[in-house]
C-alpha cells in the first residue's frame, strides 16, 4: 500500500520561513518523482515544486527563489524549504510521487498525500 505522509499544520507570519516533509512507502523511491501541490481556498489545485529521482528540479515561477525542493532517497523524505513567505502561499500543500515529471507537473499524480494545511497571516 502507497502512503505519502506529509508533516503537521503550519502558521507563519509573512516573511517567514518553514519547511514541509512527507514520508513516502510502498513505493521504490528513487524510481518516482516526488511533487507538491497546493490549493488556496477557492481555487484549483496547482503544481509548486517537483524533483526527479536524479535530483532535476522544477518549480512554479511564483515560488521561484523562495522555495527550495529536496529528496533524500536513503529515507524516502521529500522536503519543501519555503522562505519569504506571503499570505497567497496560505493554501493546503500536497505531496505527490509519479513516475514521470510531465504528467506529475499537471495534477496528474499517480500517488497524493493528504494534504497539510500552511497559513501565512499576521
Known amino acids: 500500500q502507497v502512503q505519502l505522509v506529509e508533516s503537521g499544520e503550519e502558521y507563519v507570519q509573512p516573511g517567514g520561513s518553514l519547511s514541509l516533509s512527507c514520508a513516502a512507502s510502498?513505493?521504490?523511491?528513487?524510481?518516482?518523482?516526488m511533487g507538491w501541490h497546493r490549493q488556496a481556498p477557492g481555487e484549483e489545485r496547482e503544481f509548486v515544486a517537483a524533483?526527479?529521482?536524479?535530483?532535476?528540479?522544477y518549480y512554479l515561477q511564483a515560488v521561484k527563489g523562495r522555495f527550495t525542493i529536496s529528496r533524500d532517497n536513503a529515507k524516502n523524505m521529500v522536503y519543501l524549504q519555503m522562505s519569504d513567505l506571503k499570505p497567497e502561499d496560505t493554501a493546503i500543500y500536497y505531496c505527490?510521487?509519479?513516475?514521470?515529471?510531465?504528467?506529475?507537473?499537471?495534477?496528474?499524480?499517480?500517488?497524493w498525500g493528504e494534504g497539510t494545511p500552511v497559513t501565512v497571516s499576521s
Open positions: 510502498g513505493i521504490t523511491f528513487s524510481n518516482y518523482v
Open positions: 524533483i526527479s529521482g536524479s535530483g532535476t528540479k
Open positions: 505527490a510521487a509519479g513516475t514521470e515529471a510531465d504528467p506529475l507537473i499537471a495534477g496528474g499524480a499517480d500517488y
